[in-house]
């Protein structure tokens, strides 16, 4: 049985060889709890017990993980794992309810550390994922003039993209640590929001019920 | 693509044939040898039906220059006839001759098969197949009017054979270029799900730093085959001068090092470019060599007043800058270039929580 305090985890990914290498750098703050090869496996696992953390392969037969974002981004916290921070769709991914990505070379220890906080509640940005998420602020502010980030808001994005760590970031804005986070996390809020609006737009416009 | 090709060209073929029996019939109380025009309509039929069962049969056939160059004999024997067949001077008057549009599929198909010049080559040899249809009717080319209107054919003729050759190479090399793009997508695909997820494994798994590296390397390697450097990634000449910049620290000292690249770049002149992807890389050699850095961020996004800005940020050692002379060593090549190129530099570092060199270069 394990620990009482220890994180219930969905594994997701097609490749067994996958989720038995990462189920091996979790260690035994984790409990995983279901393990998945496809996206509707990951989704009937998720429905029937309820992790606190869902770690899913971008690239899975039956939609991959940005259906699983999709379904079940608001019910639980769902990390990315993804070969290449390259990839087209990461940023569809996170837009659509995910709280974050890894890539997949992460060494055990780091993984296991960006796992255990994103279980936490805090968001697992990198720098690759914030200038992302920068550029597709900026197209939006460009193509539409509506800036949906506060000041704060984009200098906090930027310095996560510059490399910073939440504590520095901090300690050069004179903030605590947790308003950071929070930072990030109403960014990531309000790219998934922009995002739903976009799609209602384009419904609206296109004449689809 | 040649496939649809020689479909248009048959239903061009079969068009023309109609608008030949149009003009046979409307046209045959002029004509002087009746049978000779029937004859040679009947055997534009023959090839027009020929060719059409060739494409169901054996569409490869048609670009072979056999079939091409008894398509292109009878359309200059049209042209030809109508020496005979009509009256004299029919070939000036303003009435429609026979073999007026139908050849023009045999020099199309020339084009299709042996390209622009041998199009326009046959368009050449029909179009003095009416000078000859011209000299048989014994009408005299003397006027001036009457030189240009056959020049004109011949020049009609030879640029319709040219620019169908030219457009039908233009169709193939674009169909090429596709399946040489989709070929290499296929291939993407297959190695992002296996060979590049395995580099992933041997890099998380392996216990062995020098192994873990060089399958680091590989993969950069296998992208940047697969996406190509820009590919995906951004960021023009800067952006491809700045991920050289970190894959050789990241060959230099193990660590890794990534580029983030927000928006389009301005662009930049290649002395400009070189000033500051040189100066980003003096900053990840020290990274590297003085702060013991395993993980190195450059920053690049196009600045408000039209510049660039830029920065570098590792998670070394750092330093105290207070306790550091400006102007040293550190700083030093950094500095030099980026103030020759017109830019300035600034240093950010505590001591325990890495370094961060902010570039701009207006």
């Known amino acids: 049985m394990a620990p009482l305090s220890s994180v219930k985890v969905v594994l997701a990914d097609d490749h067994p060889i996958w989720r038995d290498g990462v ?42 993980g940005i259906k699983v974002a999709r379904t079940c981004g608001e019910e639980t916290r769902i990390v990315m794992l993804t070969v290449s921070e390259q990839e087209r769709d990461l940023l569809d991914a996170v837009a659509a309810g995910a709280i974050g990505y890894l890539v997949k070379s992460t060494p055990g220890p780091e993984l296991r550390d960006a796992l255990w906080r994103a279980a936490k509640g805090e968001p697992v940005f990198s720098p690759t994922l914030a200038g992302l998420v920068l550029g597709e602020f900026r197209r939006l502010a460009k193509s539409t003039g509506a800036e949906p980030l506060s000041d704060r808001e984009r200098e906090v994005l930027q310095y996560v993209a510059r490399g910073h760590t939440y504590k520095e970031i901090g300690a050069s804005l004179f903030i605590a640590e947790k308003t950071v986070e929070n930072h990030v996390r109403n960014i990531l809020g309000k790219l998934h929001l922009n995002r739903k609006q976009e799609l209602i737009r384009y419904a609206l416009e296109h004449g689809i019920e | 693509m040649e496939r649809s090709v020689l479909q248009g060209l048959a239903a061009f073929r079969w068009g023309a044939w109609l608008w030949m029996a149009t003009v046979l019939t409307v046209s045959r109380d002029d004509l002087r040898r009746p049978w000779l025009a029937v004859g040679l309509v009947a055997i534009a039929l023959v090839v027009t039906v020929a060719d059409t069962v060739l494409l169901r049969a054996d569409p490869g056939a ?9 398509e292109l004999a009878v359309g200059a024997a049209l042209v030809l006839c109508d020496g005979w067949a009509y009256g004299p001077d029919h070939a000036f008057s303003t009435s429609q001759s026979l073999g007026s549009v139908w050849p023009l599929a045999g020099i199309l198909g020339a084009g299709v098969a042996l390209g622009p010049l041998a199009a326009a080559g046959a368009g050449v040899v029909v179009g003095l197949a009416r000078v000859g249809a011209v000299v048989a009717n014994g ?34 090399r674009a169909e090429r270029q596709i399946s040489a793009a989709r070929a290499r997508e296929e291939v993407a695909r297959t190695l992002h799900d296996g060979v590049l997820q395995t580099l992933a494994v041997v890099e998380r798994r392996a216990t062995d730093p020098a192994l873990a590296r060089l399958a680091r390397e590989q993969e950069r390697e296998l992208r940047e085959y697969l996406f190509g450097v820009a590919g995906g990634q951004g960021g023009g000449d800067l952006g491809s001068a700045l991920r050289a910049a970190a894959a050789r620290y990241e060959d230099a000292f193990g660590g890794r090092a990534q580029v983030i690249v927000v928006d389009d770049l301005p662009s930049m002149a290649e002395e400009r470019v070189a000033a500051l992807a040189g100066a980003v890389g003096e ?37 105290d800058p207070a306790a550091t002379p400006a102007g040293q060593g550190l700083t030093r090549s950094i500095r030099g270039r980026m103030e020759e190129a017109g830019g300035r530099v600034d240093v950010n570092s505590r001591p325990g929580s890495g370094t961060e060199v902010c570039l701009w270069l207006p």
């Open chain 1, 23 to 64: 189920r091996a750098d979790l260690g035994e703050n984790f409990w995983v709890v279901a393990e998945a090869g496809t996206a509707d496996e990951a989704i009937a696992a998720i429905r029937q017990h309820r992790p606190d953390l869902v770690v899913c392969d971008l690239n899975m037969p039956g939609g991959g």
């Open chain 2, 283 to 319: 900053a990840l050699m020290n990274a590297g060599k003085h702060g013991g850095a395993t993980k190195v961020t450059v920053y690049v996004e196009p600045a408000p007043d039209g510049g660039v800005f830029c920065s570098v940020k590792d998670d070394g050692a750092g330093f």
């Open chain 2, 62 to 70: 048609l670009l072979r220059p056999g079939p091409v160059a008894a």
């Open chain 2, 139 to 172: 009408a005299s080319i003397d006027s001036g009017g009457r030189v240009l209107s056959l020049t004109n054919t011949v020049v009609f003729y030879a640029l319709g054979g040219a620019a169908g050759g030219y457009v039908a190479r233009l169709l193939r």
